[in-house]
């Protein structure tokens, strides 16, 4: 066999290297991998704006108009200090009660008393950015906030929140998903996160076929949407998040379409 020279060695390996680089950005912007969930392109830049905000407006959302006004805010500031006051930021549970809003129904909501959701009140009750939902507060609390697991079992206690306060969303399009925490000291559970989901394969020309997740990930954090085959997709989305992941011991943070469960993260 000809031997190659350490010249030629040295051009092969430049090549082979080269490729490798080309391929990994390739599938970068395919969307291979990516640190929230399956797709890469799930946040929503400034060019997906219109086209979210459009399939959310097909579904029957409502605010939609304030939403893309969020996104863009955050996409114009998203590099500055959070406590800098630069501009207002919602987190997840205060974006899908925007889209929500008076599709949800609650019979005798109470007044909040608990401690996990104090930020999120705070905001919605003294900041003018969020005075669209303002007026949801007591529903908001009710909907999110800490709820006592029932003898029945921890999955059990969110079903038995709606349906004590008779919780109901009204939009064939679009659910609440929402992931449930145990607390650690007490027990409670409650959402620590919440999105929309939105079945495209009902509306007309919707450029998504098939599901549409859209969620801002917290606060001082970006707005998603993410399109799906099928909603079970999410339990292996949200299991891939960090911010997700418990302690030996404790549950498993459990996933609900409106009250319907959906399965715990793996």
Known sequence: MKHLSKKKIAVILCVMLIIVVILAAVAIKQGKKNPYGKEATSMITEKEVSKVGDTL??????????????VYEYLENKNEDFQSNAYSDAD?????VLLLDDQISCDGAEEYKGDYLMVDVDKMQNDDTYILIRDNLHVFTTLFG????????IENALPNNWKKHGMKVFNENASLVSLVFSTTDTDEVFVGHAGVLVDCSKLNDSPYKKFLFVEKLAFNE?????????????????????DYTVEEGEHKPIVYINDKLLGELK
């Open 146 to 153: 800490e709820t006592t697991i029932p003898d029945s079992g």
């Open 57 to 70: 407006r097909a579904a029957g959302l409502s605010n939609v108009d304030m939403f893309e006004t969020w």
């Open 222 to 242: 970006a707005f998603m949407a993410t399109e799906i085959g099928n909603p079970k997709e999410l339990i292996d989305i949200f299991s891939k998040r960090a």
């Open 92 to 96: 997840c549970r205060m974006t899908a």
